[in-house]
Each structure stands twice: as structure tokens, then as C-alpha cells.
């Protein structure tokens, strides 16, 4: 059974939205020599063609290693370890307008980029023919890598309107894509990385360890390149021909890293995969059913994986004991999480509450303020409106027994003027007589009520 696997496989945003699947992996296992490769190729507009441009980049770099294992002496690695991660583009002391700044005035994120240059400072006087052969070896496998997209485009013209896309990048932008590898070879081993993804490596005791340093500016949706200005700078790499030899490693594109979420479920899924080496299961066929469920449960993009587990000097009982008592420590952990997770919960939830219980309290004083306000407000509308309703009262009885008088004065007036209105007739008689005997009528009247 070969001890070198590899499984690439089109991520759930990749299947609905029909586009390829833009990661390529490789493996190799022969002449005492195991190689794995991983490519990501990028997702955005401009990325045109990287899927192309991963899968031959993982071809280059596959022939490229090939060729230093055969060419280059052993003994140029021996007794020596060595890692480095990517140069700094600039002087995290610097700030945008040119004044020094301290240590003390970065924020965190400042911070992580000045330790990784004072990494690369320190490193950088170290084993100086190795990393010559390094460098040379990252030089010619992108050198390599532009002549075959090159080829590529000349075969398959880029169209005028995937030209207009670029806006006058150059072709390796359409290309462009990340780049993860590892060898081992009899005496050493070596590994390099641009951009994001993972590489990590297992002893005989289950320890996972990542070889290659980390770049603190592959960040988020940000990832270091081969298609970028200077990929060269950017390249983090590692060696050792002192003996350490890993008996395990993986390599994972973003995908399977973004979607397992933790990097203790990823050694997880790594130990389960080491499992299936001891059980002589076919790895690529196990990985070809369940990557598509990684993906669909995690975060949908391509999933790239690439390793070999070499158990040519492992006591495999032994091995098998110490998966599953890691297996179960996860398990314990997992359960411990869980709980604490439940409990905190719990906490948060109770928390919560406390504060709605306090902007409740706060509310409903301010509310019953507010009530006593309206109540008192009530009772003294409340005496307003029995002070208003005994003046109406009263003034209803004034006007009932004044409309009660008023009738009766008028019934005495006509009774009155009944009784006088003969007299008064009487009288207007005697006048009138009176006037004419005296011959002047301009004294005449005439009764009239």
C-alpha cells in the first residue's frame, strides 16, 4: 500500500454555482522519496483561469522537487533545521508618514507583524548554503510555473473580453493561486508555503507541529500569492536532515481548514485518516466521500487535502493504542466543552435577564411614577368636576324655580290686566269725549298692552 494520498474536490458553492473546481493536490511515493502538493487556486473575477494555474503549479512543483531530491547531495541538510517565514515588505517601526514608532504604540495586530520581521531579521543570517538551494529551487519553480501558464494562454488565447477583466495585470493574475508542499526524503526533509492553507506534521508520539512559520498577513479574505509582484519574498519554508523525521503529514488547502474550524478537529479528521492507513482502507476513496460533506457543512468552498503516513518503523499497535486514547481524551474534551458551553450559556442567559430585570425595574418605576402622577392628577379632576357638578345643580334649581316664578308673574300679569282693562277702557273714553268737546284730539290714546 503506497503511503502518499491526494484528494481535491469541487466545494458546495462551486457545484450550484458551476464553477470549477479551482483546487488541485498531487502526490508522489517512489525511490524512497514522498511528495505532497497542494493548490488553492483564487475565487475572484480576475482568477479566471486558477484552476489551471493550481494544477500546474502542483505538477511544476511536484517535477521541480523530483529533480532537487536527484540533484542535490544529501549531506547539504545534514544536522541542519532551519525555518523562515516571509520577508517583510516593510519597517513595522514606520509608520505611513515616515515617523519611528515604538512597540508599545502598535496595536495588536502591528505587533504580530513586527515579531514576525524581527523573526525573519534573526533568521536570516542562518545556513546560508541551504538557503541558497532553497531560494534557487522557489526560483525555478516559478519560473517554471510562468512559462506553462505562458504556454497555456498561447494555446488558449485569452479573449478580449477576459483581457478587459485583467485591466492590464499581468496574465499571472489569471492564474494565480497558493501553494503548499513537503518532501522527505532517506536523510531529510523539506517543506515551503505561499498564501494560506495548512501543513502540519506528526511524530510517532501523535504531537502535531506546523513546520513552516506562519505569515500574519494572510488574513481573512487576504492571502499571499503566485501571481503577486514578489511571491518570491513571500515564500515561508523549513528543512531538517537532523533526524526528525514525521511519520505523518498533511496538507490542506483553506477549505478543508476553514471547515473543520479548529485546529484540534483537524488533527481529528487527520487521526481518523491515519486510521484508515492502519485498517488498509483505500484513504482517496474514504476522502472522495466524505470531503463533499466537509464542504457542504463548512464554509462550501473546494477541498484540498495532500499527505502520506509512513509506517514502515511504527509499531502499529502501539499507534493504534494512542489514537484511541487521544480519541477519547477528544471525546472527553468535546463532552467538557459541550457542557461548559450549555453552562455558559446558562450564565450568559442569566446575565441577560439581569439587565432586562434592571432596565425592567428602572422602566416600571419610572412607569409608576408616572401613574401616581396621573392618579393624583385624576383626583384633583375628580374635585373639579364634583365642584362643577354642584354649581350645575344649583344653577338648574336657580333656573327651575325662576322659570316657576316666571310663570306665575305671567299668569298675575294677565289676570291684572283682565281685571283693569275695562277701567282702562272706561278711561280712554272720558278722555276722548274731553278732547273733542274741547275741539284738540292731539292728547287721544289708545290703550295698548
Given at each position: 500500500?503506497?503511503?502518499?494520498f491526494?484528494k481535491?474536490?469541487?466545494?458546495?458553492?462551486?457545484?450550484?454555482?458551476?464553477?470549477?473546481?479551482q483546487?488541485?493536490?498531487?502526490?508522489?511515493?517512489g525511490?524512497?522519496i514522498v511528495?505532497?502538493?497542494?493548490c488553492d487556486g483564487?475565487?475572484?473575477s480576475s482568477y479566471f483561469?486558477?484552476d489551471?494555474?493550481?494544477?500546474?503549479?502542483a505538477e511544476?512543483?511536484l517535477?521541480?522537487l523530483?529533480?532537487f531530491?536527484?540533484?542535490?547531495?544529501?549531506?547539504?541538510?545534514?544536522?541542519k533545521?532551519f525555518?523562515i517565514?516571509?520577508?517583510?515588505?516593510?519597517?513595522?517601526?514606520?509608520d505611513s508618514?515616515?515617523?519611528?514608532?515604538?512597540?508599545e504604540?502598535l496595536n495588536e495586530?502591528?505587533?504580530r507583524?513586527?515579531?514576525?520581521a524581527?523573526?525573519y531579521?534573526?533568521?536570516?543570517?542562518q545556513c546560508?548554503e541551504?538557503r541558497?538551494?532553497?531560494?534557487a529551487?522557489l526560483?525555478d519553480i516559478?519560473?517554471?510555473?510562468?512559462?506553462e501558464?505562458?504556454?497555456?494562454?498561447?494555446?488558449n488565447?485569452l479573449?478580449?473580453?477576459e483581457?478587459?477583466i485583467?485591466?492590464?495585470?499581468?496574465i499571472e493574475t489569471?492564474?494565480?493561486?497558493?501553494?503548499?508542499?513537503f518532501?522527505?526524503?532517506?536523510d531529510y526533509w523539506?517543506?515551503?508555503?505561499?498564501?494560506?492553507?495548512?501543513?502540519l506534521?506528526?511524530?510517532?508520539s501523535?504531537?502535531?507541529t506546523?513546520p513552516?512559520?506562519?505569515d500574519?498577513?494572510?488574513?481573512?479574505?487576504?492571502?499571499t500569492s503566485?501571481?503577486?509582484n514578489?511571491?518570491l519574498?513571500?515564500?515561508?519554508y523549513a528543512?531538517?536532515?537532523?533526524?526528525?523525521?514525521?511519520?505523518a503529514?498533511m496538507?490542506?488547502?483553506?477549505?478543508?481548514d476553514?471547515?473543520v474550524?479548529?485546529?484540534?478537529?483537524l488533527?481529528d479528521?487527520y487521526?481518523q485518516?491515519i486510521?484508515?492507513?492502519l485498517?488498509g482502507?483505500?484513504?482517496e476513496?474514504?476522502l472522495?466521500s466524505?470531503?463533499?460533506?466537509?464542504?457542504?457543512?463548512?464554509?462550501?468552498?473546494?477541498?484540498?487535502?495532500?499527505?502520506?503516513?509512513?509506517?514502515?518503523?511504527?509499531?502499529t499497535?502501539?499507534?493504534?493504542k494512542?489514537?484511541?486514547?487521544?480519541k477519547r481524551?477528544?471525546?472527553i474534551k468535546?463532552?467538557?466543552r459541550?457542557?461548559e458551553?450549555?453552562?455558559n450559556?446558562?450564565k450568559e442567559?442569566?446575565?441577560?435577564?439581569?439587565?432586562?430585570y434592571?432596565?425592567?425595574?428602572?422602566?416600571?418605576?419610572g412607569?409608576q411614577?408616572?401613574?401616581?402622577?396621573?392618579?393624583?392628577?385624576l383626583?384633583?379632576?375628580?374635585?373639579e368636576?364634583?365642584s362643577?357638578?354642584?354649581?350645575?345643580?344649583?344653577?338648574?334649581?336657580?333656573?327651575?324655580?325662576?322659570e316657576q316664578?316666571?310663570?306665575?308673574?305671567n299668569?298675575?300679569?294677565e289676570?291684572?290686566?283682565?281685571?283693569?282693562?275695562?277701567?282702562?277702557a272706561?278711561?280712554e273714553?272720558?278722555?276722548?269725549?274731553?278732547?273733542?268737546?274741547?275741539?284738540?284730539t292731539?292728547?287721544?290714546a289708545?290703550?295698548n298692552?
Open positions: 500500500m503506497k503511503s502518499a491526494n481535491s474536490v469541487k466545494g458546495a458553492s462551486h457545484i450550484a454555482s458551476g464553477k470549477p473546481c483546487d488541485y493536490s498531487i502526490s508522489y511515493d525511490c524512497g511528495i505532497a502538493v497542494v483564487h475565487g475572484g483561469r486558477s489551471v494555474g493550481s494544477r500546474l503549479a511544476v512543483t517535477d521541480q523530483r529533480e531530491a536527484r540533484d542535490i547531495p544529501p549531506e547539504t541538510f545534514a544536522n533545521k525555518a517565514t516571509a520577508k517583510p515588505k516593510r519597517n513595522p517601526f514606520i508618514e515616515g515617523k519611528r514608532v515604538r512597540y504604540e495586530e502591528q505587533r507583524y513586527a515579531r514576525q524581527q523573526a531579521v534573526e533568521a536570516e543570517g546560508k541551504q541558497a538551494c532553497m531560494e529551487l526560483n516559478y519560473e517554471e510555473w510562468k512559462r501558464i505562458l504556454r497555456d494562454e498561447k494555446a488565447p479573449s478580449k473580453q483581457r478587459n485583467l485591466n492590464g495585470q499581468g489569471a492564474y494565480g493561486c497558493t501553494l503548499l508542499a518532501m522527505k526524503t532517506p523539506l517543506s515551503f508555503h505561499i498564501g494560506d492553507g495548512k501543513i506534521v506528526c511524530d510517532s501523535l504531537v502535531w506546523t513552516v512559520p506562519e500574519c498577513t494572510c488574513f481573512l479574505n487576504y492571502t503566485l501571481c503577486d514578489n511571491p519574498g513571500e515564500f515561508r528543512f531538517s536532515g537532523n533526524g526528525d523525521q514525521p511519520f503529514v496538507l490542506c488547502s483553506d477549505g478543508a476553514g471547515s474550524r479548529t485546529d484540534d478537529n488533527q479528521f487521526e485518516i486510521g484508515l492507513f485498517d482502507d483505500d484513504v476513496e474514504e472522495s466524505c470531503l463533499p460533506e466537509v464542504s457542504k457543512d463548512g464554509n462550501k468552498d473546494d477541498v484540498s487535502i495532500s499527505g502520506f503516513v509512513d509506517l514502515k518503523d511504527i509499531d499497535e502501539g499507534l493504534r494512542k489514537l484511541e486514547i487521544k481524551n477528544r471525546n468535546s463532552d467538557y459541550a457542557r458551553s450549555e453552562i450559556a446558562i442567559k442569566i446575565d441577560h435577564l439581569r439587565i432586562k434592571e432596565m425592567r425595574k428602572e422602566l416600571r418605576f412607569k411614577t408616572e401613574l401616581e402622577g396621573i392618579r393624583h392628577g383626583k384633583m379632576k375628580e374635585k368636576l364634583e362643577i357638578e354642584v354649581s350645575v345643580s344649583t344653577i338648574k334649581r336657580e333656573i327651575e324655580e325662576l316664578t316666571l310663570e306665575t308673574k299668569k298675575d300679569l289676570d291684572w290686566k283682565f281685571t283693569v282693562k275695562n277701567e282702562m272706561e278711561n273714553a272720558a278722555l276722548t269725549n274731553n278732547a273733542k268737546d274741547d275741539g284738540d292731539s292728547s287721544l289708545v290703550t298692552w
